[in-house]
């Protein structure tokens, strides 16, 4: 079971119908009690960092994902639930995040001739052999949308895309992985993607 984390901040209808798609049994739930009985955990998340991150406090739940990812269960955050892993974003003021991945959050450092948000398809180049790209291809390509990016520590970088910059566009550290686009809207590539980090991989198998 595949608990999506609820919280108010993410587009949890397209992401369970995605899970369900690729035949993994998944719920939502805002409930610390049925996120510690799922095999894994999703934190989604639309709109700004701060509201997300102080979401999370008001209902308790950054204590149960920072405990949950420290007794080892696979944790994947998608878009803004990515830039929660990191330790504090700089989107209207400082704030802080779970601190499960060093590094933190800013904005996309792109030319005045590139357009922000950085909105559609870009192409993944991945900065080493991680096993949430066991099923992909790189130069596979992912729906984007978002202003802010993370920096920091590149062990932690599993794939990047370019945007007039080099931009962070997924990170691992241990059983704590995260996609800055959105695998739910990406296609096959986004379904593949999610089939691994569901066990249901080709890889997997």
Known sequence: MIAVVDYGCGNLFSLQS????????????????????????????????GDAAEKLRTCGLDRVITELAERGKPILGICLGMQLL??????????KGLGLIPGRVVPIPAPSAYKIPHMGWNA???????????????????????SYHAEGDSRYVTAVTEYGCTVTAACARDNVWGMQFHPEKSGKTGLALLKTFAGLGEAER
């Open 18 to 49: 995605s899970l369900a798609y690729i035949g993994a049994e998944s719920c939502v739930s805002g409930d610390p009690g049925v996120l510690r009985t799922a095999d894994r955990i999703i934190l989604p998340g639309v709109g700004a960092f």
């Open 86 to 95: 990191y330790e504090e974003s700089t989107e209207f003021g400082i704030h």
């Open 124 to 146: 993944l180049q991945m900065t080493g052999d991680h096993p949430m790209f066991a099923d992909i291809r790189e130069g596979d390509h992912v729906y984007f949308v978002h």
